[in-house]
């Protein structure tokens, strides 16, 4: 049952469902540019080819319509090569790292205040489901709309609108918090009030606004 002291947003409207980003925002970006700029490091790969490939065919992956195999034969074993495939992923999963003051503070947020939460991401199928597992996201997500797993990826404004029938919540009650600043008004532009995360302290600071937090409470409890 919900508190009845919760607070409500300036707009006099109560927040009960958090949309979120993963990579950037309760962990690292899985296979950014700066990971794979690390591989060619590693492997001795060529850094522009890898690029080059990787962005031909990394939409597709991350829509879910390739695996995790059949983008590396395109974009790295399409030679031979030293080390195998099960290195390389090896690899790819070990960028991978938490947020944990993000992570404990939705987890505090959803408890207090009864939210519902929703991931709204592009994530790759493997390193979604390897990341879900590995930081047990699933503990206190209700439901992951993942581009891999629906099939489309943002900014298509349709991922947003599926997240939204699945959680069965009116936009202007939804919180969404990216760290991509198309994301966030594309989600603007369908009622759904967000929050650009760029720091820990400036997402405390705005969840407060929509009255999710108090100044001697969660957000003074991990600094």
């Not at 590693?42 to 390739?66: P, S, W």
């Not at 991401?121 to 590995?134: H, P």
């Amino acid at each position: 049952m919900r508190s009845s002291a919760k607070k409500t947003p300036k707009e006099g409207t109560e927040i009960t469902c958090m949309f979120l980003d993963v990579g950037g925002v309760l962990l690292s970006d899985g296979w950014d540019h700066h990971a794979r700029r690390r591989a060619a490091t590693n492997f001795n790969l060529e850094l522009v080819e890898l690029e080059t490939r990787h962005h031909l065919t990394f939409e597709t992956y991350e829509e879910g319509k390739i695996t995790l195999e059949e983008y590396l034969l395109r974009v790295v074993f399409y030679k031979e090569r030293p080390f195998s495939q099960a290195q390389f992923c090896e690899f790819i999963f070990s960028q991978s790292k938490a947020y944990p003051k993000m992570i404990k503070l939705i987890r505090q947020i959803k408890v207090q205040y009864g939210l519902k939460v929703v991931v709204v991401s592009n994530e790759a199928r493997e390193l979604n489901l390897y990341r879900i597992q590995k930081f047990n996201l699933d503990g206190f997500v209700d439901s992951f709309i993942s581009s891999s797993f629906v099939h489309i990826r943002k900014p298509d404004p349709d991922i947003f609108l599926l997240a939204l029938d699945t959680a069965q919540v009116p936009s202007q009650e939804i919180v969404y918090i990216d760290d991509t600043p198309m994301f966030v008004q594309v989600a603007k532009e369908l009622g759904i009030q967000g929050i650009l995360h760029t720091d820990y302290a400036s997402t405390c600071a705005k969840l407060a606004s929509f009255g999710l937090l108090k100044k001697e409470g969660i957000f003074h409890e991990a600094n």
